[in-house]
């Protein structure tokens, strides 16, 4: 019986070993935003004029894939599919635009930015960029960070990785984890307010606004 105690906790050591190099060790892949869309500044835009999604432009498939730099970016970057009017899949509702949180869990004020193209949706808020779908420089899923920086290494911070895939289901936008895993996080329109479901059941309600309020420009340390 000790025998097969100690073999256990060997193997879950190992296990908890092992899950811990791929949350903060792991090479994450090579970064694909575009320079200039990092460099731009997007808070300047007015996000209540939405492009016209009617196929003039490039799809997404021919744009390069948006993903966090580092464990954030330095500011709120430009939009990663300004350039893109492919029409929005089917059974996809349009959420496109910029989402302030005015109740629910503890997330008031919260800001975030949601770009659609055809499969594609991106997320940004917060210092990090969460990509998903078809794209000309990477897989469909995000592979990204959480953010949070949990400790440092010669000065050099490590955030967890996270990995999903977002799939509309019934004009509900689910985040599976790990891209075949379970849903982790819903985002469904409520008459005009956006509504996110974390899978712990909390629920924030989101309003549209126009422009980013001055405070979010920045990302706060996490």
């Known amino acids: 019986m000790l025998r097969f105690l100690g073999g256990l906790l060997t193997a879950l050591m190992l296990l908890f070993g092992a899950g811990f190099v791929v949350l903060f060790f792991w090479p994450r892949p090579p970064l694909m935003t575009d320079p200039a869309i990092l460099a731009g500044d997007g808070s300047l835009l007015n996000y209540c004029a939405l492009p016209e999604l009617d196929g003039s432009g490039k799809t997404a498939a021919e744009i390069p894939k948006g993903n966090t730099p580092g464990c954030s970016y330095s500011h709120f970057p430009l939009p990663i599919l300004a350039d893109c009017t492919e029409p929005l899949a089917d059974g996809a509702d349009d959420i496109r635009g910029l989402w302030q949180a005015v109740r629910g869990s503890g997330h008031e004020g919260h800001v975030e930015r949601i770009e659609q193209c055809g499969r594609r949706t991106v ?94 420009k920045f990302p706060k340390p996490r």
């Open 123 to 216: 997320v940004t808020s917060s210092g990090i960029i969460h990509d998903s779908g078809p794209n000309s420089t990477g897989g469909e899923m995000t592979n990204d960070t959480e953010g949070r920086v949990v400790f440092r290494i010669a000065g050099k911070p490590y955030c967890p990785r996270t990995s999903a895939s977002m799939v509309w289901n019934e004009g509900v936008l689910d985040f599976h984890v790990f891209g075949w895993g379970p849903v982790v996080v819903r985002r469904y329109r409520d008459g005009e307010h956006l509504v996110w479901e974390y899978a712990d059941g909390s629920v924030t309600r989101m309003k549209r606004i126009c422009t980013l309020p001055e405070e979010h």
